[in-house]
């Protein structure tokens, strides 16, 4: 027991950092380890070389938890037999003398031995005590269910961990930002971000598809609480995979899409307005909606808009979205999150968008190493648009049209197929913890002290085997059954014994 | 007969709450006064105990009281036959029925405010945390007053009554939110079983927690000695609060391993994930762990008692800081209620 309270200190010791250090995989804020790298340069590798960016699967972490779990294990294996035994075997016999129990007391029956004895055996076996009467002495248990209860308990933790690495194994989680209009098939190359496990089967992931029709958001107008959000509602049109015909369907939050256990969760939404860029000779070279990346509550968003295909140069543009756009002492800003008064604010750049060749990059940056920002008047050449505005480059390398507003909605899709298992182990656990806390385990033993013609004088004794003893009412209610009460005799004074309940 | 507004139930609510604060107060100088009274008089709680319970209409149960009482009243009259008179005794009551009464009138209002604020945002009245807060408090007075019923905790209403009217006054100031709708996340059925379970937990635990505290007050003046002088003199018998204390960290913990559950089933329907380890989960995590290492010390022998309750008195603490501090200095996915 010492090992496991010392582990479990531990335990809770090691989940501390974990919550103030930002954390890889932890689904807030992906870029927080990175943010926090960039901010503590020489800190942050050391903090990483001991894993206190994956404290939760770092090897120290695990090392604490599989050796409590072992020691729990040692420990309930050994008890789980001594229980098994236990409830084979009879209640152990009674002390020789009862002086030193916690409750005892002397009864007089108008019964014979015999019949007294038996009449109490009966009695305890009906409020489900494990009884054995052997000469002139009744034995009797209770409570066993204590020990299964907490048996069961710490077993179902190995369950939960079973669960825990089920999902961990065979499981997935990927999200996905998708336009109003946009579709979606369930393979991993249509995912943003796809995280399979050790053992996922990547290409057998659940088939469906669908599409985002629709993406509605209400924000409170009230003075109080303006802007916080009321409603988000995706609707989807959702086919599944044996072609049958599609379906329409609402995802909101707390309301998923299940499609066979693969979960289909709105986390969150944003802003992408629709442009139309046409290049140096005229020619429409993109035209659609961009994806511009929330940055806070009022949805002030962060985007860029790429036209590789422009001639004579690629050009680029980068700035930012305000669906209630206002002036305030340190420039623009959102003032409520719904589009009342869209404005897109934008700067140019011209030359190498380098997506022909070099790495992969964002869609949500420009790399701007090969890039020349446009310029008017020695300054950074910069424009406010609203819904129908166009911006035109100086030197006529093209134009922007700001043409409307559409809504983007990210998806995160989870697959855990552990979970019920996980579930199991938590139903298992919480009716052990509740019954080995609850439940008292207690003895009681009744043997004849004295015999005569006029009845059989009884002396009851009962043991806790549990702190919370409460077993008071307990030995009263054993010698009702066969008290012919009168002259009840007890160790106690009778001052006190008035104030114990008197049954008869 | 017509509705009250909406605007009228948050009113009434808010006054509710007001009157709340005052009532609590007034329960807590009364048991403030109880305490500060001298021992020979405090030494008659026995006696004084049934007249509690009498007046806040327990059922009478004197075959377990006399058990739970016991070690107490023992260890009371160890410190030596008191002299006393009638009159102190009656004092004694009085204030004690005074106190008890304060303190469940000061619950009635609390819990009317809490009601009027349910029906003014047409809710469950724990959506934000100023919500929390009063509900919270409002789970550890009743607590409280259950414990009141059927085990020695009178010591304890001072500090109690104290902790209900500074979180009171802390959610009617600093915390304060009117009353309106959820946002869309919280907008579950899993909030009112969740947060409901979580915060019940905490009302217990808040009782195993003062319980704690006075517990090792009141240890270290009678391992100085048998004349017991000054407040911890006053307080019961260290074992009969080590009881207490344990007897509440023992009924909350299951409430508390429900409340995480429930928080993992919402999670997954609401994330795809039932455990994230975001800052709030891996502060319930924490909290258990404690509490469980403290169940664990209490039944090894060499570590119950003093060694022990530290690990309840931690795990408090961790309950404390998930309850307020992570929603204030730690972002995460739980924070969307706003202060």
């Known amino acids: 027991m010492r090992t496991a309270v010392i582990l479990l200190g531990l335990l809770a010791l090691a989940a501390v950092p974990g919550s103030l250090l930002p954390q890889r995989n932890v689904a807030s804020d992906p870029n927080a380890v990175l943010q926090f790298t960039q901010d503590n340069p020489t800190l942050a590798p050391w903090l990483d070389r001991l894993g206190l960016f994956e404290v939760y699967a770092s090897p120290w972490f695990a090392a604490i938890y599989i050796l409590l779990l072992v020691s729990m294990t040692g420990c309930v294996i050994p008890r789980c037999l001594r229980l098994w035994r236990a409830v084979r075997a009879d209640p152990p016999p009674a002390p020789s003398s009862f002086v030193r129990l916690s409750e005892r007391r002397e009864v007089h029956a108008a019964q014979c031995p015999s019949e007294a004895l038996r009449a109490i055996a009966a009695d305890l076996k009906s409020r489900g005590f494990r009884v054995r009467t052997t000469g002139g002495e009744v034995r009797a248990e209770r409570g066993y269910a204590r020990e299964l209860g907490n048996l069961l308990f710490h077993l179902s933790l190995l369950v939960l961990l079973a669960g825990i690495a089920l999902g961990r194994l065979f499981g997935f989680e990927g999200r996905v930002a998708l336009v109003e209009g946009a579709g979606f098939s369930n393979v991993v190359s249509q995912y943003d971000e796809f995280s399979p496990r050790a053992l996922t089967d990547v290409e057998g992931l659940e088939p469906f598809s669908f599409t985002l029709n629709d993406f509605e958001a209400s924000f409170e107008t009230a003075d109080e609480k303006r802007g916080e959000p009321r409603q988000f509602r995706a609707e989807l049109e959702y086919r599944p995979d044996d072609g049958s015909t599609s379906k329409a369907v609402e995802v909101e939050p707390n309301h998923p899409l299940d499609v066979n256990e693969t979960k289909v969760f709105l986390t969150g939404h944003g802003y992408a307005p629709k442009v139309t860029v046409r290049d140096g000779r005229g020619d429409v070279v993109f035209t659609g909606p961009v994806i511009f990346l929330p940055n806070d509550a009022s949805y002030a968003s962060d985007g860029v808009v790429k036209a590789p295909d422009a001639r004579p140069t690629e050009l680029g543009f980068e700035g930012f979205f305000l669906p209630t756009a206002a002036v305030g002492d340190r420039g623009p800003y959102s003032a409520f999150p719904d589009a009342l008064n869209p404005q897109l604010f934008l700067t140019a750049f011209t030359g190498d968008l380098g997506m022909s060749d070099g790495p992969p990059q964002s869609v949500y940056t420009l790399v701007k190493d090969d890039l020349q920002q446009v310029r008017a008047d020695g300054r950074p050449f910069a424009k406010a648009l609203s819904v129908g505005d166009t911006m035109r480059l100086p030197n006529g390398e093209g134009s922007l049209t700001f043409d409307g507003v559409a809504r983007f909605a990210n998806f995160q899709i989870a697959y855990d197929p552990g979970k019920e298992v996980s579930l199991v182990a938590a139903a298992l656990l919480l009716l052990g913890v509740t019954t080995s806390l609850l439940i008292r385990r207690r003895r009681v033993w009744v043997r004849v002290v004295a015999s005569g013609p006029d009845g059989t004088r009884l002396e009851a004794g009962a043991l806790p085997l549990t702190r919370r003893g409460g077993i008071t009412g307990e030995i009263d209610a054993v010698l009702t059954a066969v008290s012919d009460e009168r002259e009840k005799s007890s160790d106690r004074p009778d001052t006190e014994r008035a104030a114990g309940p008197e049954k008869e | ?339």
Do not use: C
């Not at chain 2, 008179?85 to 009551?93: G, I, R």
């Open chain 2, 1 to 339: 007969m017509t509705l009250p507004s909406m605007e009228t139930l948050a009113q009434l609510s808010d006054n509710l709450v007001y009157s709340a604060i005052a009532v609590y107060a007034l329960a807590m100088l009364a048991y403030a006064a109880l305490s500060a009274r001298r021992p020979e008089a405090h030494r008659q709680q026995p006696a004084a105990a049934p007249a509690v319970e009498a007046t806040i209409g327990a059922r009478a149960d004197p075959g377990s009281r006399r058990s739970v009482g016991a070690p107490g009243e023992e260890a009371r009259d160890a410190t030596g036959p008191a002299p006393h008179t009638d009159a102190s005794v009656n004092a004694v009551d009085r204030l004690s029925a005074i106190a008890a009464a304060l303190t469940i009138l000061g619950f009635l209002l609390h819990l009317s405010g809490v009601v009027a604020r349910g029906f003014a945002a047409g809710r469950a009245p724990w959506g934000n945390m100023y919500e929390f807060a009063v509900v919270a408090a409002l789970a550890a007075a009743a607590a409280f007053l259950v414990f009141l019923r059927r085990e020695p905790v009178r010591a304890l209403g001072v500090w109690i009554t104290a902790i209900v009217v500074l979180t009171l006054g802390l959610s009617v100031t600093v915390l304060y939110t009117p009353a309106g709708a959820l946002v869309p996340v919280l907008n579950s059925y899993w909030l009112v079983i969740h947060v409901a379970a979580a915060i019940t937990a905490g009302g217990v635990f808040t009782i195993g927690a003062v319980a704690i505290l006075l517990y090792r007050l009141r240890l270290r003046a009678e391992r100085r000695g048998p004349a017991h002088t000054g407040y911890a003199g006053r307080l019961p018998a260290a074992s009969t609060l080590n009881r207490v204390a344990h007897t509440a960290n023992l009924f909350a913990f299951p409430i508390w391993t429900f409340a995480v559950i429930a928080g993992a089933i919402w999670a997954e329907n609401s994330w795809g994930r039932y455990w994230g380890w975001d800052p709030k989960e891996t502060w319930a995590f924490i909290t258990w762990v404690l509490y469980a290492a403290y169940l664990h010390a209490e039944a090894t022998a060499g570590w119950r008692g003093t060694k022990a309750s530290w690990f309840a008195l931690l795990g408090y603490a961790a309950f404390v800081f998930n309850f307020f501090g992570v929603n204030m200095w730690i972002s995460g996915l739980h924070s969307y209620a706003g202060i």
